[in-house]
């Protein structure tokens, strides 16, 4: 198993991915790659929602504690759902640790801004590693109004170098820079002694992270940060198009895939 210790000490990009289920994450597990987020875009990748703000608490355990069992050399990151933190501090250090204690997660990410700092610095303290994620946090889209680049002026890049800066000093392991100008992503990772792990963060970062769907090609959309490694949805077009067919054709099962118990009289 990795630990977030480890983590630090790799020369090569970290790789990260996301996984919501046991078989997913055995396939991300084997592959080699370093962390498995069970991040809250379960909503729209994995639960049928348009956003990640129906996401539970419950979700997010049950999606946890699954990948958790199935993982066994990459570090699991549990992503802290909307308004399982944030609301009251203690209530967001208990979920935090539920994460730890209950569904097997190594860390927990939660999406930052100035009122996470003290919450990682608390988090840290009681010994649950926390991941800080900046830029386009997705739990915010109803006050930014869309998906759109963070830190594309002057005054919103410093701001994420300071935020970044304070959540480092406050004991966050690793920082997730998502959809920011990729010198603003540069900037902030020579700033900090932690890793940074970018989406649609361009190269400069100390790792990269996708959403599964849209690294394997098994969703109908992926946003243009992202690139399709595979076309999983085809393949499984393929193989559910062909099990139809050979139903409906007669052509399985054949007796190849049965059993007659023959000392059965008279049944059929
Ligand atoms: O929920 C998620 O998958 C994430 C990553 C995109 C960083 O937060
Ligand atoms: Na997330």
């Known amino acids: 198993m990795t630990t977030t210790r480890g983590l630090r000490e790799g020369d090569d990009p970290i790789t990260m991915l996301t996984a919501y289920d046991a078989p997913t994450a055995a396939v991300v597990d084997e592959a080699g790659i370093d962390v ?25 355990e049950s999606r946890t504690a699954a990948v958790a069992r199935a993982a066994e050399d990459a570090l699991v990151v549990a992503d802290m759902p909307f308004l399982s933190f944030g609301v009251d501090e203690a209530e967001s250090v208990r979920n935090a640790g539920l994460l730890l204690k209950e569904a097997s997660a190594d860390a927990v990410k939660i999406e930052s801004g100035p009122h996470t700092v003290e919450m990682t610095r608390r988090m840290t303290e009681v010994g649950i590693p926390v991941m800080a994620h900046l830029g386009l946090t997705p739990q915010h889209v109803n006050r930014l109004g869309g998906y759109t680049r963070q830190g594309t002026d002057q005054d919103a890049a410093e701001e994420i170098i300071d935020l970044a800066g304070a959540h480092a000093e406050a004991g966050a ?62 393949e499984m077009l393929d193989a559910v198009a062909a099990y139809r067919d050979a139903v409906e054709s007669g052509a399985f099962p054949t007796e190849e895939h049965s059993h007659v118990q023959s000392d059965l009289d008279d049944l059929y």
Do not use: K
């Open 36 to 60: 498995i987020l069970v991040g809250d875009s379960m909503g729209n990748a994995a639960l049928g929602y348009d956003s990640t703000l129906p996401v539970t608490m419950a979700d997010v």
């Open 173 to 234: 392991f690793a920082l997730v820079l998502e959809h920011v100008p990729a010198n603003l992503a540069g900037a902030v990772t020579e700033a900090l002694e932690i890793p940074t792990i970018g989406i649609g963060a361009g190269p400069n970062c100390d790792g990269q992270v996708l959403v599964i769907n849209d690294a394997v090609g098994f969703g109908e959309w992926s946003p243009p940060f992202s690139e399709q490694f595979g076309d999983v949805r085809g």
